[in-house]
């Protein structure tokens, strides 16, 4: 069971933290990955980690403005949002793979949080 937290109302221009945790378990040899969803849209992959940390993707649309990284204890994944903008209004969604690469589509996912949502205000 993932669970995704961090999610609020922000400014544009603000930053958020969002977190996923994986409860009772460590996210050791997991890939994990970020996706969110906007109203009236289709999921799009957001940022990705690999297991070891060593390897991140972005989407384009936020690469320069988010960070995916893991703690020590790879028991929590967390993206850091920073300038954000309206059109990053989503539910965001936690994935992960026992696979453990970095990947940008959905299907390749097993575990699912339950989403929080993101409301960024112009």
């Known amino acids: 069971q993932l669970q995704a937290s961090g999610g609020g109302l922000v400014q544009a221009g603000g930053s958020l933290r969002l977190s996923c945790a994986a409860s009772?378990?460590?996210?050791?040899?997991?890939?994990v990955g970020w996706f969110r969803q906007a109203p009236g849209k289709e999921r799009e992959f957001v940022a990705a980690?690999?297991?070891?940390?060593?390897?991140?993707r972005y989407a384009d649309s936020v690469k320069g403005r988010f960070t995916i990284f893991r703690n020590n204890a790879k028991t929590t994944v967390y993206l850091q949002m920073d300038s954000l903008k309206p059109e990053d209004t989503a539910v965001y969604y936690c994935?992960?793979?026992?696979?453990?690469?970095?990947?940008?589509?959905?299907?390749?996912?097993?575990?699912w949080g339950q989403g929080t949502l993101v409301t960024v205000s112009s």
């Open positions: 980690i690999s297991w070891s940390g060593g390897i991140t």
């Open positions: 994935a992960a793979r026992t696979l453990g690469l970095a990947r940008p589509q959905d299907y390749e996912y097993e575990y």
């Open positions: 009772g378990r460590s996210f050791g040899n997991y890939g």
